[in-house]
């Protein structure tokens, strides 16, 4: 598998990922680390428990790491998790809407991280 199927798989941005990170050696070192960042786990754990500053803390930085790294469609849903719990801000969305959203966000790392273990594998 290329970087660009992998991305194709996990419906990220290969041609974003390589504006921003300009070469395959970097989008490659990159997107196998965010295969073990712990931030979407913090995220899940924050959620479950129903800490408010550990979803912010957690969406803010899954978000961060997933639009450098081209995987739009993770960084907008923890986006939208990110900025529902902003400090100093109101929620806007039901709990359903935002159990939606989370539930979304989770299944689609879950896909990720396992796509980048198949590449990784395919790689080696």
């Not at 073990?36 to 979803?55: C, H």
């Not at 986006?79 to 806007?92: L, N, T, Y």
């Amino acid at each position: 598998m290329t970087l660009e199927e992998l991305y194709s798989s996990i419906s990220g941005d290969y041609d974003y990922a390589k504006k921003v990170l300009r070469m395959d050696k970097m989008i490659d070192r990159f997107i196998l680390k965010f295969a073990k960042d712990p931030s979407m786990q913090k995220l899940s754990a924050a959620y479950e428990s129903g800490d408010a500053t550990g979803i912010f803390e957690g969406a803010h930085s899954v978000k961060g790491v997933t639009a450098n790294i081209g995987l739009t469609t993770l960084s907008s849903l923890t986006a939208r998790i990110s900025d529902e719990f902003r400090p100093g801000s109101s929620r806007k969305l039901s709990d359903e809407e935002l159990d939606k959203i989370v539930k979304e966000a989770q299944a689609l790392y879950d896909t990720t991280v396992k796509m980048i273990a198949r590449y990784e594998a395919e790689k080696a």
